[in-house]
């Protein structure tokens, strides 16, 4: 039996620009994904996911679902992954794999990226398979794809690496170090969406309005990277003023919402250096920035604004194989 696990991840500056070339900046934090994988005597791969409470056996391309039909779709992405890392083994072998997390899903915090680094790291221990990490972030970035459409392949990235990175499609992820602990409080207006819908509504805004959306993208890359010289000088005030200038943009495009603007603005409200909706958009998740003292006092607020909230930390390690 091996387990692996990965983490979540919070977008600090740059999600859907990202999309489009821009520089993004994402953090992994301490909540994480567990994949545990085992031999079967038969060739069937059995997957379990715990948390979408969906489980099913595939024979090939054919699909039997324990409980409900309409599951397929969601273990399809975890399924590629496993026979990805079989084919690499060149074999034909039986998988069952239980997927459990601490993430909640749908929420902007990278939990199905989570998943798939985890699986295929479990998998591919499991049937002595050597995978580098670029290997895993490979692997994982094609399951993605097969969930959000057209993903830049940051959340897989920031899962596979862990700290913080610097992310721009088509380059190598920078580490960036932050000395700074980016004090942050993560409020859930546990309203789920579609990571895929709200990049494809982005893309159909551009294509319409191409020199407005076109300007608003390359903004929101310029403020990620001033936002990098404010980490870098630990400069809490200013990376507040930025994101909250990097949430009006995301709310420009069309990915904010009324129940992700009351969060931020009882974040913002009860002292936080500065909030913005984190990943997709269209509900999940916010992030506050918020100094180590009043973390209570947000928390308070955006539980009595009706989200449920959490004091997230940086961790530096991404994928592991758990003892
Ligand atoms: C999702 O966590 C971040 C997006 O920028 C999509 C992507 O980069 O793949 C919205």
Do not use: W
């Not at 399809?76 to 997390?101: C, F, H, M, R, Y």
């Not at 495009?253 to 913002?268: C, F, K, P, Q, T």
């Not at 269209?282 to 909230?309: F, H, N, Q």
């Amino acid at each position: 039996m091996v387990v692996a696990s990965a983490p979540a991840k919070v977008i600090l500056f740059g999600e859907h620009f990202v999309v489009y070339g821009e520089p993004a900046i994402a953090i992994a934090i301490d909540k994480r994904a567990y994949a545990e994988a085992t031999l079967r005597k038969d060739k069937l791969i059995y997957i379990n996911s715990v948390n979408l409470g969906v489980s099913g056996f595939f024979k090939g391309r054919h699909f039997q679902p324990e409980k409900d039909k309409a599951t397929l779709d969601k273990l399809v992405p975890i399924k590629n992954s496993v026979t990805k890392v079989l084919g690499k083994a060149n074999e034909t072998i039986g998988v069952n794999l239980d997927i459990q997390s601490d993430i909640p899903a749908s929420a902007g915090l990278g939990s199905s990226a989570a998943v798939a680094v985890s699986t295929t790291a479990a998998v591919g221990y499991l049937v002595g398979v050597k995978l580098s990490k670029e290997d895993v972030f490979e692997i994982a970035l094609d399951a993605e794809r097969l969930i959000h459409g057209t993903p830049s392949g940051i959340d897989p990235a920031i899962s596979t690496y862990g700290g913080a990175i610097i992310f721009q499609k088509g380059k190598d992820f920078k580490p960036l170090d932050v000395k700074l602990s980016i004090p942050l409080v993560v409020g859930n207006t546990n309203l789920e969406r579609s990571t895929g819908e709200l990049v494809a509504a982005v893309r159909r805004m551009r294509d319409y309005y191409p020199s407005i959306v076109g300007e608003i993208i390359k903004i929101g890359g310029e403020i990620a990277l001033r936002a990098i010289e404010a980490l870098k000088r630990g400069d809490l005030k200013v990376l507040g003023e930025l994101l909250n200038i990097n949430h009006a943009l995301l709310s420009v495009i069309g990915v904010s919402n009324e129940a992700l603007d009351h969060l931020i603005y009882a974040a913002r409200n009860s002292g936080a250096c500065g909030a913005k909706l984190t990943g997709g958009g269209g509900g999940g998740c916010i992030i506050a920035l918020t100094e180590d003292s009043r973390i209570k006092k947000v928390i308070a607020a955006i539980e009595r604004a009706g989200g449920t909230a959490f004091q997230a930390r940086k961790t530096d390690e991404g994928v592991r194989v758990e003892p």
